[in-house]
Structures are given as structure tokens and as C-alpha cells.
């Protein structure tokens, strides 16, 4: 796009035509057309992304994700939960890199991972004693405490 419109530059077209013939903002023809005053055709040409590269490839995400995928017990944890320190301590293990946790935080949404809580509930929680006393007792409760409060 920037190309053409070095084109349209070069034959005189104005900032505003060439934004509505490309269909990009005026601001960005402007700047546009300020590098190409100062470089020529060569300023806008595109470049790769600026950056430090990616330290795990796409085949170790995938295998990292197989590996979480076992869980932590799998790993050694007598929890099931990841932290983020857990997976660092993972990809440390795996791939010989260090990851500061809120960066394994991107690279797990990147992967299309989120943030999960467990629910608080007790192990020794009994299902079977719970729905009978909401279906039993908390009815009852429930008519008394309605009783007391009117006047």
C-alpha cells in the first residue's frame, strides 16, 4: 500500500486523494509522504518487526502445552493448580529457558490459554447430605425466618 502510494506521490495526487483511493487515514498518508520526501521509495518499504526473536519455538509451545495438559501432578506437584511460577519452573526445565512469570502470563495467552480459578470446595464435601438439606431443612428455616420477621 505504502508503495502505491509513493506512485501517487510521485504523479502529484494529493495527501487527501490518495487516503480515500487506498482507504487508509489522512494522518497515515501524511506521515507517508513525510518519509518519502526525506527517503524516496526506499523509506517506506516494509520491515521485519523490531524486537528481541521468540526464545521457545512453535514446536516447543506445542510441547509445552502437552505438558501442561498432564498437569502439575504429573510433574510433581501435589497440588492441581499451575502458577506461573510452576509453568516458568517448567519451561526452565524443559527448554533450558528462564521466563519471568508475568511473561509466561503472555506467552500462555498467546497460546490461547487463560486464567482459571478452582473452586474452593471442600474434599470431604458431601453432595448427597447438601442437596437433601437444601430440598429438607432449608425450607424450613426459610418459612421460620420469614415468620419472625413480619410484625
Given at each position: 500500500?505504502?508503495?502505491?502510494?509513493?506512485?501517487?506521490?510521485?504523479?502529484?495526487?494529493?495527501?487527501?486523494?490518495?487516503?480515500?483511493?487506498?482507504?487508509?487515514s489522512?494522518?497515515?498518508?501524511?506521515?507517508?509522504?513525510?518519509?518519502?520526501?526525506?527517503?524516496?521509495?526506499?523509506?517506506?518499504?516494509?520491515?521485519?518487526?523490531?524486537?528481541?526473536?521468540?526464545?521457545?519455538?512453535?514446536?516447543?509451545?506445542?510441547?509445552?502445552?502437552?505438558?501442561?495438559v498432564?498437569?502439575?501432578?504429573?510433574?510433581?506437584?501435589?497440588?492441581?493448580?499451575?502458577?506461573?511460577?510452576?509453568?516458568?519452573?517448567?519451561?526452565?526445565?524443559?527448554?533450558?529457558v528462564?521466563?519471568?512469570?508475568?511473561?509466561?502470563f503472555?506467552?500462555?495467552?498467546?497460546?490461547?490459554?487463560?486464567?482459571?480459578?478452582?473452586?474452593?470446595?471442600?474434599?470431604?464435601?458431601?453432595?448427597?447430605?447438601?442437596?437433601?438439606?437444601?430440598?429438607?431443612?432449608?425450607?424450613?428455616?426459610?418459612?421460620?425466618h420469614?415468620?419472625q420477621?413480619?410484625?
Amino acid at each position: 500500500m505504502r508503495q502505491q502510494a509513493a506512485h501517487r506521490f510521485a504523479a502529484g495526487e494529493t495527501i487527501r486523494q490518495i487516503a480515500q483511493g487506498l482507504n487508509v487515514s489522512y494522518e497515515a498518508v501524511r506521515v507517508w509522504r513525510r518519509q518519502w520526501e526525506q527517503g524516496g521509495e526506499e523509506a517506506l518499504v516494509s520491515r521485519p518487526p523490531r524486537g528481541r526473536k521468540p526464545q521457545l519455538s512453535e514446536a516447543q509451545l506445542q510441547r509445552l502445552e502437552a505438558e501442561l495438559v498432564k498437569g502439575p501432578g504429573h510433574h510433581g506437584y501435589r497440588t492441581q493448580l499451575w502458577t506461573l511460577e510452576r509453568i516458568a519452573k517448567l519451561i526452565q526445565k524443559l527448554f533450558g529457558v528462564s521466563h519471568h512469570p508475568s511473561h509466561v502470563f503472555k506467552l500462555l495467552r498467546a497460546m490461547g490459554w487463560s486464567c482459571q480459578k478452582p473452586e474452593r470446595r471442600a474434599r470431604e464435601r458431601d453432595e448427597e447430605a447438601i442437596a437433601h438439606w437444601v430440598r429438607e431443612r432449608w425450607p424450613q428455616i426459610k418459612k421460620g425466618h420469614c415468620r419472625q420477621a413480619r410484625p
